[in-house]
């Protein structure tokens, strides 16, 4: 098998419904056919899905506390007093902020608001916080927001010093909550009718109960950013936050804001992926790289110097930030090589050196490309602060508090959490969570793509691109649709940026896959190929038309270009790595079977189309993954790899036995493995390289016509070798094979060598030798002269 694809939802769709809703509210099939599978399927539901009306909020006074909080604040209004906004640091944190302080303010209220510093205090309330804060502020009252429900003593050390407290929070309740007023509408008896508003969306609640909706609507704009950032999902109350305020935002209400989204040099409207993407990583920036109250002061700031300051500051930051997250996620990445990648579920990582801020972005980037929950600790003093991320159908909550008695705090929700832990209790914790995640299905670990429809080719137009547009805003829980179509033969084109590829079908639909060039061969094999696509609007001189985004796609069969498999079998000859003291296994053929692991750890390594299907008939299902050429995700799943390139995303520390279905041309790759990979390697008893090396011509009269060619060349520059060839345009009368056996016998005679930069082959016009003093040569001719006196 290859990739999964899953769709979402597979009960059937009841035609009667779809034509009764496209006609009677005049919507395109397909979008109702969507919403009907997102359980939108009557036309009251429709209309309030798709018309966002302020009515449609719910009364603020059935969350439970709502009340209580608001007549405390009525009284703290009516007799002046000081208060304390006490917030996070991240965008839900520093948004709910802004949206209380200001509203407040308005009220007037003397207001200081706290944000705290990510690395000297963490998340959520702190003892020394409070009491700096009642030392140097003396506050009636102390509001938190996006934070509180797991600070008990906290609440109690602040209500023994006689300050009133009040918790505005979303997260999961602790085991026991703080004693005193408590707005979250995650409480077991609370009546709101849903409980997973974000931070801001709570606060958002406080000013509606507090100022009416007139008062709230105010502050939609922040409340969306929040809403988007957090990644609660986009449905009921927090789609309509994010509806109606993408319109506020839109209409340049905020001055910071406003002043952000010049800078961007957006087109059109701002979507609610220019939040997700563009907008909330610089609002988080400012407390992952430095001081978070500077994007507080961003939101609530009527200065626009001080707007333009702040917001050169953090786009310094963010520019930072990403630098930083790519340096700890590679680090992350070669620390893995000394985790059991085999057998454990979750990656759980521990730096005494690396950065807390950024901790988080780097356990989602992990969770994403290795599909297994990830932890990842650091070191804060006396104890270490830990980040996690997970997959969906697996609750990081839930193993938290699996492993409660080895924590000193956590919290957070079922996707992303936070919690702190005593450097001696984290090999148990390691052992814990790996043994709570060994209950669950291996299905949930492999490798899937959800999409929502079929889609024939000839369906996909701008009335249907037109009609989706009206699903936005799209994020967590409700995602942009995708659809599943077939293609036959498809046209695959570089782009001007080779990463990326342009697609044509039979049908002339255009279609863009990003980064997808070491998968570009998926696109090239005979016979129908299952696209998931995005659709999306493309403007161009003025002029709309569709815009295909792939996704993932899955072919009948693998594609496999043999001359170019067989360059890469003789480009193994280049790998020098002493030879003395190799660690192999030989087996038979009938022995396969029995050398294959489960769906982690076995790579089986072909070199040819010949060899890839005796691998697949030799191994049935049971490796899960078929690539050629490149690793297509660097998850260490079983797989079959035809004549691969051991780069970046074929970490070999991941696998506990490499399997050739064929001898490798030298023992050189065999010891690059050895001093690679810990895994058990295994050859073939019977030695097949005569069939490799039949096609190689070892004549002078070749070698001479290629190094000419080489010297007729000397200003050509490429990537690699093989695009080198490419530009050369010799294919008719020499191959690919026999060009890089050439170079890399000229190279080892130092006839050429290799210009610094680009690939550029630099002759040696003075330097005089014979062919047979190359070990290549001499192989080569050793093996060809075996196959012929066979």
């Known amino acids: 098998m290859n990739l999964q694809l899953i769709k979402r939802n597979d009960n059937p769709i009841d035609a009667a419904t779809v034509r009764h809703l496209s006609e009677t509210l005049k919507l395109h099939p397909k979008l109702v056919e969507l919403l009907v599978l997102?359980?939108?399927?009557?036309?009251?539901?429709?209309?309030?899905?798709?018309?966002?009306?302020?009515?449609?909020?719910?009364?603020?006074?059935l969350m439970k506390g709502m009340a209580e909080a608001k007549a405390r604040l009525e009284q703290a209004i009516e007799a002046n007093e000081k208060i304390v906004v006490y917030g996070d640091y991240d965008a839900d944190g520093?948004?709910?902020?802004?949206?209380?302080?200001?509203?407040?303010?308005?009220?007037?209220?003397?207001?200081?608001?706290?944000?705290?510093?990510?690395?000297?205090?963490?998340?959520?309330?702190?003892?020394?916080?409070?009491?700096?804060?009642?030392?140097?502020?003396?506050?009636?009252?102390?509001?938190?927001?996006?934070?509180?429900?797991?600070?008990?003593?906290?609440?109690?050390?602040?209500?023994?010093?006689?300050?009133?407290?009040?918790?505005?929070?979303?997260?999961?309740?602790?085991?026991?909550?703080?004693?005193?007023?408590?707005?979250?509408?995650?409480?077991?008896?609370?009546?709101?009718?849903?409980?997973?508003?974000?931070?801001?969306?709570?606060?958002?609640?406080?000013?509606?109960?507090?100022?009416?909706?007139?008062?709230?609507?105010?502050?939609?704009?922040?409340?969306?950013?929040?809403?988007?950032?957090?990644l609660v999902p986009l449905y009921d109350e927090?789609?309509?936050?994010?509806?109606?305020?993408?319109?506020?935002?839109?209409?340049?209400?905020?001055?910071?804001?406003?002043?952000?989204?010049?800078?961007?040099?957006?087109?059109?409207?701002?979507?609610?992926?220019?939040?997700?993407?563009?907008?909330a990583p610089r609002i988080n920036a400012a407390g992952r790289m430095g001081d978070a109250y500077r994007a507080f002061v961003l939101l609530t700031t009527s200065d626009p110097a001080q707007a333009d300051e702040i917001i050169e500051s953090i786009n310094n930051d963010n520019a930072k930030r990403k630098e930083a997250c790519d340096a700890l996620y590679n680090e992350a990445v070669a620390d893995l090589s000394y985790e059991d990648m085999v057998h454990d579920r979750a990656i759980i990582l521990s730096h005494p050196s690396w950065e807390k801020g950024i901790t988080g972005i780097v356990a989602a980037r992990l969770t994403n490309d290795f599909r297994r929950p990830s932890f990842i600790l650091v070191n804060a003093g006396d104890s270490y602060k830990g980040t996690c991320r997970s997959i969906d159908g697996i609750n990081v909550y839930e193993i938290l508090t699996a492993a409660a008695d080895l924590l000193i705090e956590y919290g957070g929700h079922s996707q992303a959490a936070g919690f702190s832990i005593r450097e001696e209790n984290i090999a148990a914790f390691k052992n814990r969570v790996n043994t709570y995640l060994a209950k669950f299905?291996?299905?949930?670990?492999?490798?899937?793509?959800?999409?929502?429809?079929?889609?024939?080719?000839?369906?996909?137009?701008?009335?249907?691109?037109?009609?989706?547009?009206?699903?936005?805003?799209?994020?967590?829980?409700?995602?942009?649709?995708?659809?599943?179509?077939?293609?036959?033969?498809?046209?695959v084109t570089l782009c001007k940026n080779a990463n990326h590829t342009q697609i044509t079908t039979e049908s002339g639909l255009q279609i863009f896959a990003f980064n997808f060039y070491k998968q570009n061969h998926f696109l090239l094999s005979e016979g129908d190929k299952e696209l998931i696509l995005e659709l999306q609007r493309n403007m161009y001189n003025g002029r709309a038309s569709?815009?295909?985004?792939?996704?993932?796609?899955?072919?009948?069969?693998?594609?496999?270009?043999?001359?170019?498999?067989?360059?890469?079998?003789?480009?193994?000859?280049?790998?020098?790595?002493?030879?003395?003291?190799?660690?192999?296994?030989?087996?038979?053929?009938?022995?396969?079977?029995?050398?294959?692991?489960?769906?982690?750890?076995?790579?089986v390594v072909a070199f040819d189309k010949a060899g890839y299907d005796k691998a697949v008939r030799l191994s049935g299902d049971s490796l899960l993954l078929r690539d050629f050429l490149y690793a297509q995700t660097k998850n260490n799943y079983s797989r079959i790899i035809v004549a691969p390139e051991f780069d970046e995303n074929l970490l070999l520390f991941g696998y506990d036995r490499i399997i050739f279905i064929d001898r490798p041309i030298s023992d050189g790759l065999l010891a690059y493995?050895?001093?690679?990979?810990?895994?058990?390697?295994?050859?073939?008893?019977?030695?097949?390289?005569?069939?490799?090396?039949?096609?190689?011509?070892?004549?002078?009269?070749?070698?001479?016509?290629?190094y000419e060619l080489i010297k007729r060349n000397a200003t050509l520059s490429a990537s690699n070798i093989y695009s080198y060839y490419k530009k050369l345009r010799v294919s008719e009368t020499v191959s690919e094979a026999q060009f890089v056996f050439c170079v890399i016998v000229f190279m080892e005679l130092k006839l050429i060598g290799i210009a610094r930069g680009d690939f550029r082959l630099i002759v040696n016009p003075f330097f005089k030798t014979e062919l047979s003093d190359s070990p290549s040569y001499r192989l080569v001719s050793s093996l060809r002269q075996d196959g012929e006196n066979v």
């Open 546 to 603: 569709v815009k295909s985004i792939l996704r993932a796609v899955r072919p009948q069969s693998l594609y496999i270009n043999d001359r170019t498999a067989a360059a890469n079998y003789v480009k193994n000859l280049n790998v020098r790595v002493p030879t003395d003291k190799i660690r192999v296994s030989t087996y038979r053929e009938t022995q396969f079977a029995d050398l294959l692991g489960g769906a982690y750890g076995t790579l």
């Open 673 to 706: 493995l050895n001093k690679h990979t810990k895994a058990e390697i295994y050859i073939p008893e019977e030695d097949s390289r005569k069939r490799f090396v039949q096609a190689i011509d070892v004549s002078r009269e070749t070698f001479g016509r290629c």
């Open 238 to 279: 927090n789609r309509l936050i994010v509806q109606l305020g993408l319109k506020r935002i839109n209409g340049g209400f905020n001055l910071g804001l406003r002043h952000l989204i010049a800078g961007l040099s957006l087109d059109g409207d701002i979507t609610s992926g220019d939040i997700a993407y563009k907008l």
């Open 441 to 491: 299905p291996d299905a949930l670990f492999l490798p899937q793509m959800q999409y929502d429809l079929d889609i024939a080719l000839d369906e996909i137009d701008m009335e249907l691109v037109d009609s989706l547009e009206r699903l936005e805003p799209t994020g967590n829980s409700f995602t942009k649709p995708l659809f599943l179509t077939r293609a036959g033969n498809v046209k």
């Open 38 to 61: 997102r359980g939108i399927s009557d036309e009251a539901a429709v209309h309030r899905f798709l018309v966002p009306d302020v009515a449609n909020f719910h009364d603020p006074f």
């Open 94 to 230: 520093i948004c709910a902020s802004a949206i209380l302080t200001l509203y407040l303010s308005s009220r007037g209220l003397d207001v200081y608001t706290h944000i705290p510093n990510r690395i000297g205090e963490g998340y959520g309330l702190n003892i020394d916080s409070i009491e700096h804060i009642i030392e140097s502020v003396c506050p009636d009252l102390i509001l938190t927001c996006d934070c509180g429900i797991s600070g008990h003593e906290e609440v109690e050390y602040a209500l023994d010093l006689g300050v009133d407290m009040i918790v505005t929070d979303h997260h999961e309740l602790a085991e026991k909550l703080p004693e005193c007023t408590v707005i979250n509408p995650k409480q077991t008896d609370c009546n709101y009718p849903i409980n997973y508003l974000c931070g801001a969306g709570v606060a958002l609640k406080l000013v509606q109960a507090m100022g009416g909706t007139d008062a709230m609507q105010e502050y939609l704009d922040l409340a969306a950013i929040a809403t988007v950032a957090d």
